[in-house]
């Protein structure tokens, strides 16, 4: 594996993390491609917009983030895949929210050289 590639994808892997848990709407919207599709654990795509507005209005908050179980697997210099299982404690829509997930996040590299997440997946961990 590409060490270069894969300390990348840890760092911004961990900057979303960080902009998760602080609701940090500039770091998402750079770390979120603009064209994202993410599916949710329920299977509803939910549009970039849609979870910036969630976090931006606080219907959505995340108290813990615990990762665990990572794997990251390149595609080619600039996509690789994060498999990622997370612990997540908050509250949406005023209700406490929360349980174990598994991610799958496609990562691509722009042409001004920052990485996004151009796809996602969530799954509810039983």
């Known amino acids: 594996m590409n060490s270069h590639l894969e300390s990348q994808i840890i760092e911004v892997e961990e900057q ?51 990762p665990s179980a990572q794997r990251i697997q390149p595609v080619t210099d600039a996509v690789a895949v994060v498999s990622v299982c997370m612990l997540i404690d908050g509250t949406y829509a005023g209700q406490s929210a929360g349980g174990q997930f598994m991610f799958t996040r496609v990562w691509g590299l722009t042409g001004a050289g920052r990485w996004q997440v151009v796809a996602a997946h969530a799954g509810l961990v039983v």
Do not use: Y
Request: proline fraction near 2%; hydrophobic fraction near 45%.
């Open 16 to 66: 979303l993390r960080q902009a998760m848990l602080a609701s940090d709407v500039s770091a998402l919207d750079a770390l979120l491609s603009s064209d994202l599709v993410f599916t949710n654990h329920l299977g509803q795509r939910v549009p970039k917009a849609a979870d910036l507005a969630a976090h931006r209005s606080g219907e959505l908050t995340i108290k813990r983030l615990t």
